[in-house]
């Protein structure tokens, strides 16, 4: 690639009408995910890290993919407590895909639930809690690449927001969760 071709990635971002961006991400983080893009049939595609298949590269795919490579990289979650689309039930017939959610250690229950969603904030907010609900998972992240969102549940109380940093939340809940 010469230097005035653009990165797989800008091609991708460029080519959408939605709203994504990378500004949570590191230039390190970045370069990573683009490192799981091919072209294949005039089409970018992704490796998804946790079940080793190409996707169509879609700017909500890139995000997802980056948030699962700062799970795995950064925080140091394992494959195994890592799922993405991961279908919920609600009762007996409604269902929904959770983009990306991080286990408990009993790889049962989860942990961390993120919803990656387009700019409308409301929709996906309203999402993620009801899925933090049906799961109990005490964690929710929303983020469409340029913003993130924080919810935090406790006990059967309804995920409410926190301003903390992730990584702070992330740590309080697992001393709560050990202790």
């Not at 169509?56 to 950064?74: D, F, G």
Request: glycine residues 6%; proline residues 4%; aromatic residues 8%.
């Amino acid at each position: 690639m010469s230097k005035n071709t653009p990165s797989k990635i800008t091609q991708i971002f460029s080519a959408s009408d939605v709203k994504h961006g990378l500004s949570l991400f590191t230039d390190r983080e970045i370069k990573a995910v683009e490192g799981l893009i091919i072209e294949q049939d005039g089409k970018f595609h992704i490796k998804c890290q946790i079940k080793d298949k190409y996707k169509v590269a879609k700017p909500e795919e890139i995000v997802r993919q980056l948030w699962v490579y700062r799970l795995l990289n950064e925080y140091n979650y394992p494959k195994e407590r890592i799922d993405v689309e991961k279908v919920i039930y609600f009762g007996s017939r409604d269902s929904g895909l959770v983009d990306v959610v991080v286990l408990q250690e009993d790889l049962q229950h989860p942990y961390i639930i993120f919803e990656i969603k387009r700019p409308q904030r409301t929709a996906g907010l309203e999402q993620l809690k009801s899925y933090c609900n049906a799961e109990g998972a005490p964690i929710g992240v929303w983020s469409n690449g340029n913003e993130m969102i924080r919810l935090h549940r406790v006990g059967d109380r309804s995920p409410e927001q926190v301003k903390r940093a992730i990584t702070n939340l992330l740590e309080g809940a697992k001393r709560e969760w050990q202790g």
